[in-house]
């Protein structure tokens, strides 16, 4: 079977990496994922314990559509009795791109048109459209009038982890978090901290991370489990041995999370009581400007910035903090850390080209990133 990961663009190295630290076969990089190939329990584990994908597709044919009729006809050739119950609900996600074939909308409804046409005439009944529930998930991926038709073995993105019992104003997802971890090259026995910590996501996947957990554990369904014939079974069994697996985060490793919002200081701790991990990060109110952390720790900072753009109003304001001047925040805040920090790496995202100036650090590397619809930079320095 032939897979394909999907990721937020600039992730593709470390999903890249994921997959081959999984022993995944035939693993290779693309644009917007990486290619594996396997059985379908190795989506399952995919699925169970990828970081930085968003979904994990099994690509089930390809073929050429140049207009309606040869995508309707090479979509109606497919076995659609295997995926999906003669009752059961789909929805169909296209894309396209350098195809003649470019309004998605018209992709998706005649996709949808030959599945159900043909399961119509197979069975004598109709499957239903349901976007918000569906059975089976199909991505319609189009490009130079080639269509690639593949099932969503995730069912929701996988970035909604299922631990998360606080929202906050707008965290980061998920996927991306684990990503700032990972591109900060923490060692994951040195200390973390996090001034900006919001609702704790960036320690939540941190904790993860160094205790080996798959990210996967704590959700409650994914889409291949909906398939006809799913081993329920030995899907179980893999889960409960991915449980039983050590999970111990190193006895001496500390995290902290620091926010200038006590309302967002009691979600983190809701957060990380999810994942069983409330004991184990300090967590505290305090303001970034008077950050301070203990000398000759040689640890790691890693935060996403304020930046404005996140609540909705001007990038010089952060209502949350009281904050009208983002400016003088970054200034106050890299002060800090130039005179507090030193032997600290910092590992800093922004949303704000502007603001990072002000922060007055010189930064060994910069990586673009995307944060939902906004482009941002992560900033790594040795301070």
């Known amino acids: 079977m032939i897979f394909f990961a999907t990721c937020a663009p600039g992730l593709e190295p470390l999903l890249h990496a994921e997959l081959r630290a ?20 190795d989506a399952w584990r995919a699925n169970l314990e990828l970081r930085t994908a968003t979904r994990v597709l099994l690509r089930l044919a390809r073929f050429g559509a140049r207009d309606a009729d040869e995508l309707y006809a090479g979509a109606a050739a497919i076995e659609w009795e295997r995926h999906l119950a003669p009752d059961g609900r789909l929805v169909v996600d296209a894309r396209s791109r350098e195809s003649e074939l470019e309004h998605t909308r ?27 529930d569906p059975d089976l998930r199909i991505d319609a991926h189009l490009f130079r009038d080639r269509c690639t038709l593949s099932i969503d073995t995730s069912g929701e993105a996988l970035h909604k982890r299922g631990w998360r019992r606080v929202q906050g104003r707008a965290p980061l997802a998920e996927t991306l978090a684990a990503a700032v971890v990972t591109l900060s090259d923490w060692d994951r026995r040195s200390p973390l901290l996090d001034p900006f910590c919001g609702s704790g996501t960036l320690l939540v996947e941190a904790a993860l991370l160094a205790s ?71 967590l505290e109110v305090a303001d970034a400007r008077d950050f301070a952390p203990p000398r000759g720790w040689n640890g790691w900072i890693v935060s996403n910035l ?42 800093l995202l922004t949303g704000d080209a ?23 930079e992560l900033l790594l320095a040795q301070l």
């Open 306 to 347: 304020p930046y404005g753009v996140r609540v909705g109003a001007s990038a010089k304001r952060d209502a949350s903090r009281g904050e009208r001047d983002l400016g003088a925040l970054h200034r106050a805040f890299g002060a800090r850390l130039r005179e507090s920090c030193a032997g600290y790496r910092a590992a």
């Open 22 to 41: 999984l022993r995944m076969a035939r693993t290779e990089r693309q644009v917007g994922g990486a290619y594996f190939e396997g059985r379908l329990e």
């Open 106 to 132: 018209f992709v998706e409804q005649r996709v949808k048109d030959a599945v159900v046409d043909r399961l119509r005439t197979a069975n004598g009944v109709r499957p239903s459209v349901d976007a918000e």
């Open 212 to 282: 080996g957990t798959p990210p996967g554990l704590f959700r409650r369904q994914f889409g291949f489990e909906r398939l006809p014939g799913h081993d329920a079974a030995a899907f179980g069994a893999m889960r409960e041995a991915l449980r039983a697996r050590p999970r111990e985060l190193p006895a001496r490793l500390a995290l902290c999370g620091s926010d200038a919002d006590a309302g967002a200081i009691e979600g983190a701790r809701e957060n990380l009581e999810a994942v069983g991990l409330r004991e184990r990060v300090r």
């Open 354 to 376: 502007a603001l990072a100036r002000e922060l007055g650090l010189r930064f060994e590397r910069r990586v673009e990133l995307q944060n939902g619809a906004l482009s941002c």
